[in-house]
């Protein structure tokens, strides 16, 4: 068992360095990502709005 465990930890470790080593560069992808993904929705939900609005369906 503690050879798995320290398998894990190793691994874990090795992960961590890495993304330690890109700086900031995930927590700026991250962030874009989740911008982007944001207007998407946003644009789909002003479009549904609209057609609610036409259909009088909107509450």
């Known amino acids: 068992m503690q050879s798995i465990f320290f398998a894990i930890g190793h691994f874990l470790e ?7 080593a890109m700086g ?16 998407y929705w946003m ?4 479009k549904y709005s609209a057609k609610a ?4 369906t909107l509450i």
């Open 14 to 20: 090795a992960t961590f360095v890495f993304l330690a």
């Open 43 to 46: 644009n789909l939900q002003g």
């Open 24 to 39: 900031w560069l995930p927590s700026i992808a991250i962030s874009v990502v989740l911008g982007v993904g944001f207007l």
């Open 53 to 56: 609005k036409r259909d009088g």
